[in-house]
Every structure is written in structure tokens, then in C-alpha cells.
């Protein structure tokens, strides 16, 4: 079983800054994708950005040339940058992981018997 921890949410003031941290504890495997979804409230989960083993990354059109979805290898963490934040960016942020994904990128949603969610942490920008 594997677990993800997140931490690094908070509330910060429209064109602030955080970085969400996520870190995988328990059994993992060197093939994998990770990521980061948002939900807000009404609205349904959607991706924001996605890595691979590989180190290949996409985001999603809305946050591009905003945040940044980057890991260290070594510390087996991913880390999501986010910059010039805006309140649209509201939302629960959840991290997730997915190993032997049958694809990796903006359209993955991970769902496959090794499937793996964070609780969640809520980011709030105010304008």
C-alpha cells in the first residue's frame, strides 16, 4: 500500500506563491506517473500537472507558464510550484500516483489497480 503525503497548501494574496510538496511512503516502483489534481467547490476534479519516470512533464493550459510540476529523484518527492497564483486557483489540490500507467500526461487520470491519492490540500488565493 502506499500512502502520499502532501503538505505546503495555505492562503496567500493573488500573484503569491506556494509549493505543494507530495511524498510517497510504503512500496513504490521506479515506473510511474504522478501529479496534482484541484477541485473546487461545484466544480469537477481536474488536472493541473503531471510527471513521469522519465522526468516528461505536461500542465494543463490554465496554469502553463505558472506552475511548475518538477521531482528529486533522490527524495522520491514531487513538488508543484506555483507562482503569479490567482483566486480561479482555489481549490483542494490532491496529489496522485499511479504506477504502470498505461499513459502519462494531460489526459491521465489515474484509476488502474495501483492508483493512489493524497487527503488533499487546500490552497486559497484572495484577491
Known amino acids: 500500500q502506499v500512502q502520499l503525503v502532501e503538505s505546503g497548501g495555505g492562503s496567500v494574496q493573488a500573484g503569491g506563491s506556494l509549493r505543494l510538496s507530495c511524498a510517497p511512503s510504503?512500496?513504490?516502483?521506479?515506473?510511474?506517473?504522478m501529479g496534482w489534481f484541484r477541485q473546487a467547490p461545484g466544480k469537477e476534479r481536474e488536472g493541473v500537472a503531471a510527471?513521469?519516470?522519465?522526468?516528461?512533464?505536461s500542465h494543463a493550459d490554465s496554469v502553463k507558464g505558472r506552475f511548475t510540476i518538477s521531482q528529486d529523484n533522490a527524495k522520491n518527492i514531487v513538488y508543484l510550484q506555483m507562482s503569479s497564483l490567482k483566486p480561479e486557483d482555489t481549490a483542494m489540490y490532491y496529489c496522485?500516483?499511479?504506477?504502470?500507467?498505461?499513459?502519462?500526461?494531460?489526459?491521465?487520470?489515474?484509476?488502474?489497480?495501483?492508483?493512489?491519492w493524497g487527503q488533499g490540500t487546500q490552497v486559497t488565493v484572495s484577491s
Open positions: 510504503g512500496y513504490t516502483y521506479s515506473t510511474y506517473c
Open positions: 496522485a500516483a499511479e504506477y504502470f500507467p498505461f499513459s502519462c500526461g494531460g489526459s491521465w487520470y489515474p484509476r488502474g489497480r495501483l492508483a493512489y
Open positions: 510527471i513521469d519516470s522519465d522526468g516528461s512533464t
